[in-house]
């Protein structure tokens, strides 16, 4: 069986420079206009079928092999007595191809090298479509079908996106032929490029995740009240501030006659719709939009399978009078302030990437299970920040965790006891207390008298247990490491990984485990990046401040993606605690996108 006999047309995506600003040129620049909605159109028959099969588990090349084609049989211009490639099956792999938002070198390697999926479209295995044969299918034997299937695609890829699924995720680095190297015009004009593709991510997979509590048909709608929240953000202004600049946004040439609403929303209406939500809500709304983006990302990213996570509380400083402000708590020595808000956040880890997965408000607050813990104490438990946290990634982000990063505000037997039930490994550094010291103290010495080394198994820690009593007992094991380059001091860490220091070779094992730890230094630095993407404000009400800071959440996990596109993209994909797109950079591409789309 021979490729289709259609007139060949010249194609310029072999030209990976042209490949990567303009994504087909046969299309016509009406068709590429991103501004209309593709549902506007009605629902076509593809897309029919395909809501029928889209949830958040489904990829786009499981999907085309659900979908039927048989429809459109009738249109094919090639008689059944010449040689060509089936049709239904031309029908299916173009449309993977656009759902992928694919090069026609990607889609014919697809095939060539996935026999089961070029079989259930049904192709013969060893007579899959050329890339030449796919490019002709496109301009003669489906050139009356083509713009339906665009157009099926992209309804396919909005319904996916508003169902949390990964099909057409901007995120595929091997579907387009992007220009290779490292120079600064390739990074700029891909940075430009993925901005634009995350801002459309905002809109279709964190906003509605998103729902407030207001009156039936209200004058502004909650994408609105969103879109501005995600100015106050990328601009850094307080809510009044920043919808004087939204305004500016929206509307540029005002009519003086204009109703007072053409400005868009003001800044009380956003803060009244969002002082109407719980704490409980906006941190249920926030970690439904970070696990709806990882969803997206995760089959893009080079995650490990399974997890490792890094869960650190974050500190949101607090100025003025205390008075009966519950959630406001005492800051650490070390900070310059006395009072602050404490918010936990979990991080997914890789070799080369990390990734804002949730957030949980901690303090006093009445969605933690206070009655389980015995004592006198009723104030939150690290260990309930711990289970909240890796239930989340397990059962809602669907990921199965192996290794947990912590600082030390989790060393506590709560803790110890809830990992080793569920089956998770940790590393979290040991506070100097008294035994620890002691521990230090002991630690072996080489001939020279430096200290080595040292692991201590057995290491009994008593403590508060969910559901136990007040002096309940765990576990663990303590490894020192001596000073080093890295290391001023001696440093103590908790784990439970099977470690020893019996020979060279242990400790040498021993001290690789424990320095895994310092991929956290990254985390760290990073996590003062979330509050650079919060707007600014000195309100009081702790939902206007737990909003301002989840939101904040998820305009990074869109800096992070894009630093690590772009480096993927670049062919450059290493563990960077220094992002090659610095933060302010991305808030000024994506002010300049969100002004544009409005």
């Known amino acids: 069986m021979g490729d289709e006999s259609s007139p060949d047309v010249t194609n310029n995506r072999s030209d990976p420079v042209a490949a990567a600003e303009d994504s087909r040129d046969r299309r016509s620049v009406d068709e590429h206009r991103e501004n209309i909605d593709p549902l506007s159109v009605g629902k076509l028959p593809l897309t029919e079928q395909a809501a029928a099969v889209v949830d ?21 211009p090639v008689p059944d007595w010449r040689p060509a490639k089936p049709f239904e099956a031309m029908i299916g792999a173009l449309l993977l191809q656009e759902l992928e938002d694919a090069s026609d070198g990607w889609l014919h390697r697809t095939l060539d090298t996935d026999p089961e999926l070029a079989a259930d479209l049904g192709f013969e295995p060893d007579d899959t479509p050329s890339r030449s044969a796919i490019s002709r299918t496109w301009s003669g034997r489906l050139s009356e079908l083509s713009s339906r299937i665009e157009t099926s695609a992209r309804q396919i890829r909005q319904l996916a996106a508003e169902r949390g699924s990964p ?7 091997s579907a387009s032929e992007e220009p290779t190297g490292s120079s600064k015009r390739t990074v700029n004009r891909l940075l430009r490029r993925k901005t634009r593709d995350l801002l459309d991510e905002l809109r279709t997979v964190v906003f509605p995740a998103f729902e407030f509590d207001r009156p039936d048909d209200p004058i502004y709608e909650d994408e609105e009240l969103l879109m501005l929240e995600a100015c106050l953000g990328v601009t850094g202004t307080a809510a009044n501030g920043g919808a004087e600049t939204y305004g500016d946004f929206v509307n540029p040439d005002p009519d003086l006659d204009d109703p007072f609403y053409e400005d868009g929303p003001s800044g009380e209406t956003l803060l009244e719709a969002i002082k109407d939500l719980s704490p409980t809500d906006i941190a249920e709304m926030v970690n439904r939009g970070a696990a709806r983006v990882l969803t997206r990302a995760k089959p893009r990213l080079e995650f490990e399978t399974p997890l490792m996570l890094s869960i650190d509380i974050t500190y949101v400083a607090f100025y003025g009078e205390r008075e009966e402000l519950v959630r406001v708590q005492g800051a650490p020595e070390d900070k310059s302030y006395d009072w602050c808000y404490k918010f ?34 009723k104030s939150y438990r690290v260990g309930d920040v711990v289970r909240r946290l890796v239930d989340h990634v397990s059962d809602v982000c669907r990921v199965r965790v192996r290794r947990l990063y912590a600082d030390r505000e989790f060393y506590a037997t709560d803790v110890f006891s809830t990992l080793e039930q569920r089956g998770i490994f940790y590393v979290i550094p040991a506070p100097r207390d008294d035994r620890v010291t002691r521990f230090i103290a002991r630690m072996n010495e080489d001939v020279d008298g430096a200290k080595q080394v040292t692991v201590k198994h057995d290491h009994t820690v008593y403590g508060p247990v969910k559901h136990g009593v007040t002096n309940e007992s765990a576990e663990t094991t303590l490894v020192g490491l001596p000073p080093d380059e890295g290391r001023e001091t001696v440093q103590v860490f908790a784990t439970n990984l099977d470690v020893d220091d019996e020979i060279g070779l242990d400790r040498r094992w021993a001290t690789k485990q424990m320095n ?12 003062s990046k979330i509050k650079e993407f919060a707007p600014w404000t000195t309100s009081t009400n ?25 480096q993927t993209l670049i062919d450059v994909v290493e563990f960077r605690t220094k992002p090659r797109v610095t933060a302010a950079r991305f808030r000024a591409f994506l002010r300049r996108e969100v002004s544009a789309s409005l």
Do not use: K
């Not at 099909?167 to 680095?173: D, H, V």
């Open 344 to 377: 936990a956040t979990v991080n997914v880890v890789a070799d080369n990437v990390h990734f804002a997965a949730g957030m949980l408000p901690v303090g006093h607050a009445d969605y933690h299970d206070h009655d389980a813990y015995p004592g006198e104490d």
């Open 56 to 76: 958040e588990t489904t990829v786009a090349a499981d999907l085309v092999t659900q979908l039927e084609y048989d429809r459109y049989t009738h249109e094919d």
């Open 542 to 566: 702790f939902s206007i401040r737990l909003f301002h800071f989840g939101f904040a959440v998820l305009l990074y996990d869109l800096w992070l993606l894009v630093d690590f596109l772009v």
């Open 516 to 527: 895994r730890y310092s991929r956290r230094g990254g985390i760290e630095t990073a996590y």
């Open 167 to 173: 099909i057409g995720a901007p995120y595929e680095p």
